[in-house]
Every structure is written in C-alpha cells, then in structure tokens.
C-alpha cells in the first residue's frame, strides 16, 4: 500500500470556526490532491499540488486553502467552516506519470454542525 | 474536457452470479481509463487500467473491463460475485496530453446479496 496517512480520521466541529486536515505521504510522489466525496457527486477535485509551494484550484475550491511546505505534507484548510463543507475529505497522491494514477489515502470524515 | 457517467447508482446481485457496472465518458482527445474500488471506510484503489493495446483488462481478483472507443465505453464485469465484492465501484478517465486531472464518475455501489 502507498504511504499515505491523514489525520484527523474524524472530525465534528461548529459552523464559522477554521478546521486544517492534514496529509502526509512517504513515498516522496510529486502530486498531491486534496478530493471531497459526497453521495451522488462521486470525488471532486478541491486543490492539488504539483511541487512544493506549488498549488492550484479543482472545480470546488470556494471556501478551502492548502498549503504544501514540504514533499510530504499537503494541508487543507477550511477558513470558517459551513454545515455544506460536512463530508468526507480523501487525499491522494501520484507520481505524475503521464496517465495519472493516483493513490489515495483512508479519509478525513468532517461534520460541520 | 472530460466526463464520465456511471449509468447505475446501486447494483444489488446475488453471490454467485454475473455483474456489469456500466461506464460511459465524453472526451475530445484520447484518455487513459481506471475503475477504481472503495471498501467500505476505505479510501479509493486501483482495481484496473487501460492505457494502451489490448481492450480488454484484468483485474487479479476477475474482473475485467473492456475499452470500446466506438461507444465510448468501459463497462466493468465479472462472471461470478462473491460477498467480498461488495463495495462502491468508480469509473475514471484521465486525458492522454498528461497533467493533473482524472475525472470520476458518481460511483455505482455493488450489493451482493448471499
């Protein structure tokens, strides 16, 4: 299995405060995404990086920020949370082949009362 | 760009028995095609691919899908399910000019009933 860890595994939290996921590989790959899964909408795309200090929006990036300091770490922050943010937050990471595989790690399940 | 539709949301079948997941995409250039499998609790992973070559993919544990580029198809099936195979099954695709975006289907949940 790809080294990839996220923690928190679970998180419940109130509507307006900030809530930072965090994503950790150790197989040294160059992307890193950061996907929300809702019934119904499969896996969007939030934010993804390309190298370290190199990031960019998915199709629903409103309202979330990442950070990616280090190869292995990519963040994602909810600025002031909303109950339509409550979901579950998977990360993924790929070595940037041309066909894109990517892994993905066990999920943040986040609900946002 | 790219979509993908996965004609079915819930697919009950008992053990035992054939299944299709069916998978349709939408693309103006060449893609590279995944399903990928989430147990339940799970995160997502690779079951199969098609990339290149034959149409016709293998998984280890005996599914199989086959491209066809006519229909713009990649239906995943399998000759006999087992109660393990339960879980939700995505299709994806992912451009051939390379970059970051693989689209995702919904997902179809696979039911299998003993």
């Known amino acids: 299995d790809a080294g990839i860890t996220q923690s928190p595994r679970h998180k419940v939290t109130e509507t307006g405060t900030p809530v930072t996921l965090r994503c950790h590989q150790t197989e040294n790959h160059r992307y890193m995404y950061w996907y929300r899964q809702d019934p119904g909408h499969g896996l969007r795309l939030i934010h993804y990086?390309?190298?370290?200090?190199?990031?960019d929006k998915g199709e629903v990036s409103d309202g979330y920020s990442v950070s990616r300091s280090k190869t292995e770490d990519f963040l994602l922050t909810l600025e002031s949370a909303t109950s339509s943010q409550t979901s579950v937050y998977f990360c993924?990471?790929?070595?940037?082949?041309?066909?894109?595989?990517?892994?993905f790690g066990p999920g943040t399940r986040l609900t946002v009362l | 760009a790219q979509s993908v539709t996965q004609l079915d949301s819930q697919v009950p079948v008992f053990e035992e028995a054939p299944v299709e997941l069916r998978c349709n995409y939408s693309s103006s250039v060449s893609v590279y095609l995944f399903w990928y499998v989430q147990y339940p609790n799970q995160g997502l992973q690779l079951l199969l691919k098609?990339?290149?070559?034959?149409?016709l993919v293998e998984s280890i544990n005996g599914f199989e899908a086959e491209f066809n580029k006519s229909q713009t198809s990649f239906h995943l099936r399998k000759p006999s399910v087992h109660i393990s195979d339960t879980a939700e099954y995505f299709c994806a695709v992912s451009p051939d000019t390379g970059g970051f975006k693989t689209i995702f289907g919904a997902g179809t949940r696979l039911f299998v009933k003993a």
């Open positions: 993924a990471i790929s070595p940037g082949t041309v066909y894109n595989e990517q892994f």
């Open positions: 098609y990339l290149s070559g034959s149409t």
């Open positions: 990086s390309y190298g370290v200090k190199d990031t």
